[in-house]
């Protein structure tokens, strides 16, 4: 992320370094109110109390940024410069809320779940979610579009089944996770092996797979056996009877799936996230009127509005506050309801404190100050790995962004893995077994909010079932200790220093120089 558009900030003075103790203490701050936050609130805590101790370890982090020299005003132009790299993300978050809002209203998460009523078994539920959620994820090159629209349809599909949603939601985001890796459309997958240079995407994602096949292998087998041992909770609707209900509230047809389509193609031709989604949930609404007439009228409950104009008040609603089930049960009801912008703002609160608290951090130098007073200690391989796997998680933790536990582990080992003679795939590969697949589970981290925000479990719910995301980190520091795939340089095969480029904030990467327009 720190490429990305943040800000050195402005300096009065020649600021002091932060030292070990500046460093530590922000986070040991954040860990102890985080703690505080959970005791007392439990589960709850996401809904604000996690909120407020996040900001007020941001407020330590920018008093021990003034106490080393930086004014309060380049202080807060840090913030702002860390959270305004965030806006693509939030954007999307609250672009996926208004289109869960016109896909309840549309029929389209009524029909996938009827569909998956009909072809899917509690017996292999779990394995089926994941293989589908794994192949959408490689289509479209984003987990997040694939939680947010068949991940909502499959927890709300286990709900009726009497299943988990928590283990629904794990098998959700074990699938899109690997499904992300393995795809060439996917931002993180292209960016690391540009980051860490001297290899194709190509070659990253075949690198990979050592790591996330039997990660995901692994994880299927165990989603195999809770799906055989599971206890169908006596809260279950009979299947029969929930499609009937189904049948007579909505309007279920092939084309209730066309939003579905719409927003694969446009995923698949790499149009921008954003809009991509936007436009798939205003297509979604306007296609409600042709497919949900009744439905979207009664939405609307305005009976002195014509009917056109009632329809777009019915559009507006759904996508800013959410649609409202009415067919009468309560347990149906409840899957169809919500959705809407507003429902996302719990959310980006906790993206922007989180955000806010980074930005300081890495623009003080404080994170770099952390990483490398644990680099010397890294003597063997694995010790390495291990490192670099550390590093990627706890910036996840520190950070709250993905990209910046991606890019700044890139940037800082890419070096030391170099001059041990580790071709560069090697850290491409243990980068993303770690700061790509733990994000999703850290609650205020940007990936963890925006999956708890659209599945509707909390990350503390749904975190000991992400089976995909604990095992490939784990797969990844056994290949470090044991040597295993830590494909090295042969003698006199060592290519020359690349040429690196200077990015904004004065960091390197490799690559040609960059030229001025």
């Known amino acids: 992320m720190s490429d990305r558009g943040v800000g050195e900030l402005n300096k009065e003075s020649e600021p002091r370094p932060p030292s070990m103790l500046d460093a530590l203490l922000p986070v040991l701050t954040l860990i102890i109110l985080i703690a505080i936050s959970v005791y007392l609130f439990g589960l709850d805590a996401t809904l604000g109390p996690l909120q407020v101790a996040i900001f007020t370890a941001m407020a330590v982090a920018g008093l021990i940024a003034h106490k080393n020299g ?4 380049a202080i807060g132009e840090a913030v702002i410069g860390g959270i305004s790299t965030a806006m693509g993300a939030i954007f999307i978050l609250l672009a996926v809320g208004a289109l869960i809002g016109t896909w309840n209203m549309a029929g389209t998460i009524p029909t996938i779940v009827d569909l998956g009523l009909r072809l899917l078994d509690p017996s292999w539920f779990y394995v089926a979610v994941v293989l589908i959620c794994a192949i959408t994820g490689s289509v479209t090159g984003s987990s997040w579009t694939t939680a947010g629209t068949l991940g909502v349809a499959f927890v709300g ?21 690997f499904g992300d890796k393995m795809s060439p459309l996917s931002e993180t997958t292209i960016l690391v092996p540009a980051l860490v240079g001297g290899h194709t995407t190509q070659q990253h994602i075949r690198t990979m797979l050592w790591t996330v096949g039997p990660s995901l292998g692994l994880s299927l087998v165990i989603f195999l ?28 047809n092939a084309a209730c799936l066309l939003p579905l389509v719409l927003l694969i193609v446009l995923s698949f031709i790499k149009f921008p996230a954003f809009l991509a989604i936007f436009f798939t949930a205003l297509f979604s609404g306007v296609l409600a009127i042709f497919t949900q007439h009744d439905i979207v009228i009664r939405f609307a409950n305005d009976p002195g509005l014509s009917t056109p104009f009632a329809a777009l008040k019915a559009l507006f609603a759904a996508m800013a506050t959410g649609f409202t089930s009415t067919t009468g049960v309560e347990q149906l ?18 993206i922007l404190g989180a955000l806010g608290f980074g930005a300081i951090m890495e623009q003080t130098g404080s994170l770099n100050k952390l990483v490398s007073g644990v680099l010397g200690k890294a003597k063997s391989g694995g010790a390495l790995v291990a490192t670099v796997i550390g590093t990627a998680f706890g910036l996840n933790v520190i950070a709250a962004d993905q990209y910046i536990a991606i890019v700044l582990p890139a940037r800082t080992f890419r070096v030391e893995f170099k001059r041990r003679g580790y071709k560069p795939w090697v850290l491409s590969r243990v980068v993303e077994d770690s700061g790509t697949v733990t994000s999703v589970l850290i609650p205020w981290n940007t990936c963890g909010a925006y999956h708890t925000g659209v599945l509707g479990v909390t990350t503390f719910e749904y975190l000991p079932y992400c089976f995909f995301n604990i095992i490939n980190p784990i797969l990844s520091l056994i290949y470090g200790f044991t040597g295993f795939k830590m494909d090295k340089y042969a003698p006199g095969e060592m290519p020359p220093d690349e040429e690196t480029a200077v990015m904004p904030d004065g960091a390197t990467v490799p690559g040609p120089a960059v030229q001025p327009l």
């Open 225 to 252: 056996i809770i799906s055989l041992t599971a206890d169908v909770s006596s809260s279950a609707i009979d299947v029969d009877q929930a499609r009937a209900t189904l049948g007579d509230a909505y309007n279920i």
């Open 70 to 73: 930086y004014s309060y005003p």
């Open 333 to 350: 009801d409840t899957l169809f309801s919500g959705g809407g912008m507003s429902g996302m703002l719990t959310t980006v609160w906790l």
């Open 157 to 177: 599909i286990a709900q009726v089944m009497g299943l988990s949603s928590e283990i629904a939601a794990g098998a959700v985001i074990s699938g899109s996770y």
